[in-house]
Structures are given as C-alpha cells and as structure tokens.
C-alpha cells in the first residue's frame, strides 16, 4: 500500500466526489488489490470445480442420505466462499491499515479533515468493487460447477427455485466481510492484529461455539458468518438451527454497519 503519491491539494478542499474518486484511484494503483482478486475468482471457480467433479465422480458410491441432501447450489458456492471470504477481508483491511502503516494517512487527513467523509468513501469503493467481484464470482463459479456435473448427479439451474437468490447471496457475502474487516481495520490500525481479529472471528469462534451444550451452541451459531453463509447459499433444504436467508443477509449488513459505526467514532475522537 505504500509507494502511491495524490496531488497535493488545499487542505479541507476534498468532497465526498473528490474523495471517492481518490479512494478508487488508490485502490485500483495497488498490486495487491490484483492479486487479492485473483485468489477471490479463482478459489470460487476452481474449487467449484473440484467439489463438482468429484460429486459426479463418485455419486454411484453416496449413501441414500447423502444423495436425497445434495445441493449443487450450495457446492459450488460454500467451500470455495470459505477462502474467498478471507481475501476481501485482507483487502477491506488493507483499504485503511495500509494507510497507516506508510503515513499517508497524514496527507490524506490534511486535505480531508472530516475523517468519517474518509471512511465513508473508503467503505463505499470496497464495497461495490467487492460486490462486483463478488457477484461475477459466484455466477461464474456456479456456471463452472454445474458444468462437471453429469448424469445420475442432478445439476441445478438458474430458474430452479431459490437457486438465483442463492448464487446471488454468496456473491452479497464477499462484500459483507470486507465491509465488517474494513471496520475492523480502522478500529486497531494494524494490518496482522485486525487479520488475527478476523480469522478468529470467522474460523475460531466456530469451534468455541461448537464446544457448547446444544441448546446454547444452536442459539449462537446461528449468527456467526460461516453459519450464516452456508444456510444463505442453500437451494434444496435448509441448514437446521439456522437462520432464514433473507435474515442472515440483514445480520451480516447489521455486523458491517456496527464495526463502520464504531470505527467511524474512533477515528473521529483519536490523533491519525
């Protein structure tokens, strides 16, 4: 993130225009944001691929339960989501960390000084690069997946019922995480600490919360992420213990919303 240069401008004189548009430029100027949608596009096809494959290769050996509860929709989403997700964390949080880190944020505080115009600009230029990535991702992957699959295994198609709102929910979530990490950037202004923050969050938790007796373990884990997007990418039947799909997407957005929240008051109350 370091290495960028911006005009140098009369302090103060950046609007929400001027700053979105400096935000976009230093977003596409970084290598990372490359290659960071890269492993986004390519675990979300290639692993659909692999999932696929393997389904169809060896459907003659599934057991009865294990057929009657296969879900191309989902299979061709939810594992290749699983490191998907984690890339547009590491981009959210390098949308500010990186700032940080090489002292740009000076400058950029000195021709901006409302620093939750700063952050508002930064969560709308992730967010909606994210979410085309994201959508471009899940479609492709689901085109691919379904590609491999042939007979006995039943495939899935677009204008089956909920199988649109599913591909399109997976490619909603990538931006959810990057929107939440990019709050959770801001508050610890850390690159490692907020990626360790992360990855506990979405890959540890799971496993505290699985330790639980069952009827507290089934009333948290419905609100962790992973849990959320496994339930939300689901067209033939639902995750038991779950939450509909329509509101794990309005969880994920309230997550998202309550770290920018809460990263904009930081911001606004400490020295860059």
Do not use: C
Request: glycine share 10%; net charge positive.
């Amino acid at each position: 993130m370091s290495g960028l240069s911006r005009p140098e401008l009369p302090a103060g004189r950046y609007g929400l225009r001027g700053v979105i548009q400096m935000e976009w430029i230093r977003l596409r100027s970084v290598r990372s944001t490359w290659w960071i949608t890269a492993v986004v596009v390519v675990a979300m096809i290639g692993v659909a691929i692999l999932v696929l494959h393997h389904y169809a290769a060896d459907w003659a050996r599934l057991s009865a339960g294990d057929r009657a509860s296969f879900d191309p929709t989902n299979r061709a989403s939810y594992p290749g989501l699983l490191v998907a997700q984690l890339a547009a964390a590491v981009l959210g949080i390098l949308a500010v960390t990186g700032e940080y880190s090489s002292g740009m944020i000076q400058s950029t505080l000195v021709a901006v000084p409302r620093r939750g115009l700063v952050l508002a600009a930064k969560a709308t230029i992730i967010g909606l690069f994210v979410l085309v990535i994201g959508q471009v991702a899940a479609f492709a992957a689901f085109l691919a997946g379904q590609s491999v699959l042939h007979s006995p295994a039943p495939h899935a198609a677009l204008g089956q019922p909920g199988v649109l709102r599913a591909v399109l929910m997976a490619g909603a979530y990538l931006p959810l995480m990057a929107l939440f990490s990019l709050g959770i950037g801001a508050l610890v202004r850390h690159a490692a600490t907020a990626i360790s923050v992360v990855v506990g969050l979405i890959f540890l938790l799971p496993l505290v919360v699985a330790a639980l007796a069952g009827g507290a373990q089934h009333s948290v884990q419905r609100f962790l992420p992973e849990v959320i997007a496994a339930s939300s990418i689901t067209a033939v039947k639902t995750e038991p213990f779950s939450l509909s799909p329509w509101a794990g997407l309005t969880m994920l957005s309230l997550y998202a919303v309550a770290a920018l929240g809460a990263a904009g008051v930081m911001v606004s109350r400490r020295d860059a």
